[in-house]
């Protein structure tokens, strides 16, 4: 799978930038290039190889018909016939070398002088002969299958042989379009069962795909191809990948015929394809999930963690149920400190309560729930078996202790009295399923948050997935899965389909956003922290500062590569599943690197999941961004600096190995070039912290303005000026690439292609951050209503997970396909919609059994540690109020910092 990473349906488009004419290595490899595709398939070099052959299939147009050949060098109405058999190569082929050897005569002759003169009778030996290295049990199971459907003697026909036929694939049209896999039907053959009456035995049939390879290189033509097709075969249970290459070889031996007219064009023909062409098969076992210990154990771990949330949503339940209807969208918990313990309580249970204190006893503040100020709800309501405890703050202040106690009626307003939670029973109700419901599904921007960046996260991530759609399967696969990939592919020239080639642009945008919030909330953490470090201060905050994010982004993440891992077999499984899913086979090995973020800097060739570089890069991020904050909060001059040099440093690492890679002088089809711009640029720190340290100058701008929204003053025109500056910026970069695509353009020079690529991302990340700073400022206008619309916030908190999963589902939609695709506009926006759908349910389901709860459980610990050591912590002032709003409310794609959610900051 991926050495999943990227993409868009561009390749597509460009590895034939070739409508009409010829083949572009140049547009090959740049957009192979843009599209970040990550290793090494087959697809790639046979769509390479198709173009060129169908350019010279073009050209011999034009050297006239065969009829028109002096001396009728053709016999006509003469056949190559293959008795039972089925032809297993396209005649385009066979024409195309028919031609090559009529209309050259020095190369028929040439093959004619090689040609040895068999004895008689000898391509019907070797067409009825076992051959050595097949076993006799498959041999004969596939000797009884051809006979079982020979058309020249229907009394032999059986039913199981002739469905056998009928399921395996045959040639059809197209192939000059892109029409390279012949699948036949998967479901029918592994559905087949043989029955042998004479020998009183059965067997099952099996579907392999046959890869056939034909190497054709005729130096005095200057032709060389390497045509790569696939189809698939219905063959008897006890035949192997090995046994089907030798059978297959065998299929192509040339008729009985040949062996009476050798040196007849049409058997020199068919002895140049069975010299040329070779095989690799493979068969396709069904996954044994009786004998899968690491599926069965995924399965159970995934139900115990089902039974966890519904036993939990069950108990919330049962407690909304008792003590009456809890406000719906309430984020925090109503609090209550009492020894250590906390508690939720109904308003209108406490209005009532209220009236049965004994005279004198009423509370110094109406405010019975702990709001953003901090007030405490009054001690009364903490109940314990029918009664009412009295340690009640008067309006002087001064505590009033009475041992006395006030029977309460057994219900209020006729619900059961309420009861505080326990420490376990919080940790419990985290993975509630109402709880988490309503946290992530509530539309309601908090105060001070910045709300314009949870739709450029949703729109962002709509565009991402819109380009993986028209890539990841029609080319980024590791087998041929589409009907007319040469046809789709000449949308390239279109001005309008360069948004899907630059798609990668998404991951700048991300990266900067991940910048600015981390900026914002780290500097106002320093600023309540300032003067209060001691060196246990700084290990504790140190180890949390790392473990918080790890833990946050690592729980999902993990249970994520468990699932792929271990059920991907079972997940996907059809006829255009690759023998083997690359990307998988280096997770059974290479998974830890994932756990520890070193997976695009620690043998990153042989990666996992690899395009999940980006958690690599954000965790880098991560680790790096206080050594710039901490000086720049404390020293700006000199953080300035630091984070000027790191600047630096990323534009110089662009400009040198962008150099580098553009000045290589790569021969093999440019895959090296692609795999080189991917694994040396694409997914290393250093050339991707650009937007990101554009993020933090943003945050720490706004840090600097304490976001009292807008106090950040400039006149109208500049404002309009940054809007339109920034427009062009986007657009020149989106679409600048397109002088490369268009018919008969000249390759970009060394220098132009360096240039774009050092500062796309840079101009890119400027343009997107100054539209976030106008919108939090004040300034955004009409583009701030759109991105800070409600919708936009529920779908916000599912983009983390939706970046991770959609890979996985959209290679998973189309390896599940029963025959190959063709794609078309129409085609292409139904899957896009329907992969968004996917995407968001599956990140939902994925965020009420996995994220939050584990999100919640962290969060909870850590409270009831602080406050346990710490009560004082329990009241906070205005301004950290306001940030405990944007941390809690902004879980933005890479999870942000979150421990401003606790009242008072970073404290362990």
């Given amino acids: ?315 919330e339940f049962c407690r909304i149920t008792a003590y009456g209807k809890i406000s719906a969208f309430r984020f925090k918990d109503i609090w209550n400190y009492n020894n250590g313990s906390y508690t939720n309580f109904p308003k209108d249970q406490m209005d009532n309560a209220t009236t049965h204190l004994p005279t004198g006893l009423q509370p110094a503040s109406g405010n019975y729930f702990q709001g953003k100020t901090g007030s405490l709800m009054p001690a009364y309501m903490i109940h314990g078996n029918g009664e009412l405890k009295h340690r009640i703050p008067t309006a002087n202040g001064t505590a009033h202790k009475d041992t006395s106690t006030v029977k309460e009626p057994t219900e209020l307003n006729g619900y059961r009295q309420w009861k505080p939670l326990t420490n376990i029973e919080r940790i419990v109700f985290t993975f509630s399923g109402i709880s988490n419901f309503r946290k992530i599904l509530n539309a309601t921007h908090e105060e001070g948050s910045f709300s314009c960046l949870h739709g450029i996260k949703v729109l962002s991530m709509g565009w991402l997935i819109f380009a993986h759609t028209h890539l990841m399967g029609p080319l980024y696969a590791e087998s041929w899965t589409t009907k007319n990939l040469l046809i789709a592919l000449e949308r390239l020239e279109l001005y309008s389909f360069q948004p899907i080639i630059n798609a990668g642009l998404t991951a700048d945008t991300f990266f900067m956003i991940t910048g600015l919030i981390l900026s914002y909330s780290f500097l106002h953490f320093l600023k309540r922290k300032k003067g209060g470090w001691t060196v246990k201060k700084v290990i504790s905050t140190s180890i949390y500062y790392i473990f918080h994010r790890w833990w946050r982004l690592t729980i999902v993440y993990a249970a994520i590569l468990m699932v792929y891992i271990n059920l991907q077999p079972y997940l996907s499984n059809g006829p255009i599943v690759p023998e083997q899913v690359t990307d998988r086979e280096n997770c059974l090995t290479n998974w830890w690197k994932n756990i520890l973020y070193i997976n695009n800097i620690y043998k990153y060739r042989q990666g996992c999941m690899t395009y999940s570089w980006f958690l690599g890069c954000i965790m880098q991020f991560y680790w790096v961004t206080p050594f710039i904050l901490i000086p720049l909060f404390y020293f700006p001059f000199v953080g300035g600096v630091i984070l000027l040099l790191f600047l630096a440093g990323n534009l110089t690492a662009l400009g040198v190995l962008n150099h580098r890679l553009e000045s290589r002088n790569y021969t093999d089809s440019n895959q090296t070039y692609v795999l080189d711009f991917y694994y040396d640029i694409i997914m290393k720190p250093y050339t991707r912290i650009g937007p990101h340290l554009v993020g933090i100058f943003i945050g720490y701008i706004l840090f600097k303005n304490q976001c009292q929204f807008p106090k950040v003053g400039f006149p109208k025109v500049l404002n309009v000026f940054g809007w339109a500056a920034s427009i062009a910026m986007c657009s020149a970069i989106a679409y600048g690439t397109h002088s490369q695509f268009i018919e008969g353009a000249e390759p970009w020079s060394v220098q132009r292609a360096v240039a774009y690529e050092t ?150």
């Fill in 759 to 908: 500062l796309c991302s840079l101009t890119w990340s400027l343009a997107i951050g100054w539209m976030c700073f106008s919108c939090i400022t004040g300034y955004g206008g009409v583009a701030d209503s759109i991105l800070s619309w409600g919708a936009f916030l529920p779908l916000s908190r599912l983009t983390f997970v939706a970046h991770i999963t959609h890979p996985l589902l959209l290679l998973s939609f189309i390896y599940n396909k029963r025959d190959t695709v063709y794609i078309t506009d129409s085609n292409l926006e139904m899957w896009w919609l329907a992969h968004v759908g996917y995407s968001i349910g599956t990140s939902f389901l994925l965020a009420i059994l996995v994220e939050w709860p584990f999100r919640e459980v962290e969060k909870e610990i850590v409270q009831q540690i602080r406050m346990k050591r710490k009560p004082e912590l329990n009241t906070c002032k205005k301004d950290e109020a306001m940030m405990d709003n944007i941390a809690y409310e902004h879980l933005e794609l890479y999870d942000s910092h979150h421990y401003y959610q606790s009242k008072g900051g970073l404290h362990m």
């Fill in 1 to 315: 799978m991926l050495k999943i990473s990227v993409a868009v349906l561009i390749i597509l488009h460009s590895l034939l930038g070739i409508c009409d004419g010829e083949l572009s290595k140049h547009n090959v490899k740049h957009v192979l290039k843009k599209a970040s595709l990550p290793y090494k398939t087959q697809v790639t070099k046979a769509l390479y190889e198709l173009a060129k052959f169908r350019d010279a299939y073009k050209i011999m147009q034009e050297w006239g018909p065969l009829d028109s050949l002096p001396g009728n060098i053709i016999r006509k109405n003469r056949h190559m016939t293959m008795l039972n058999s089925r032809d297993r190569i396209p005649e385009e082929l066979r024409l195309y070398i028919l031609k090559i050897l009529q209309f050259n005569p020095t190369v028929l002759d040439e093959y004619k002088k090689r040609h040895r003169e068999y004895p008689k009778g000898h391509w019907e030996s070797v067409k009825t002969t076992k051959p050595l290295n097949v076993s006799q049990k498959c041999w004969n199971d596939w000797t009884l299958m051809k006979n079982g459907f020979d058309l020249d003697n229907p009394g032999a026909i059986t039913d199981w042989a002739f469905e056998m036929f009928d399921a395996s694939g045959k040639i059809g049209p197209g192939i000059l379009q892109g029409n390279l896999h012949f699948v036949g039907n998967f479901d029918q053959c592994n559905g087949i069962r043989a029955n042998i009456s004479q020998e009183k035995r059965t067997f099952n049939a099996k579907y392999c795909t046959g890869q056939e390879i034909l190497e054709l290189d005729i130096p005095l033509l200057d032709i060389s191809l390497l045509l790569t097709f696939w189809h698939g075969e219905c063959i008897p249970s006890e035949c192997n990948a090995k046994d089907l290459n030798q059978l297959l070889k065998q299929e192509l031996v040339p008729p009985e015929e040949c062996d009476w007219d050798p040196l007849s064009v049409e058997c020199i023909v068919q002895e140049v394809l069975y010299e040329s062409i070779s095989y690799d098969s493979y068969c396709r076992t069904p996954p044994d999930y009786d004998t899968d210990g690491y599926a069965q154990a995924t399965i159970i771990l995934v139900l115990i963690l089902a039974i966890v949330v519904v036993l939990a949503t069950f108990m």
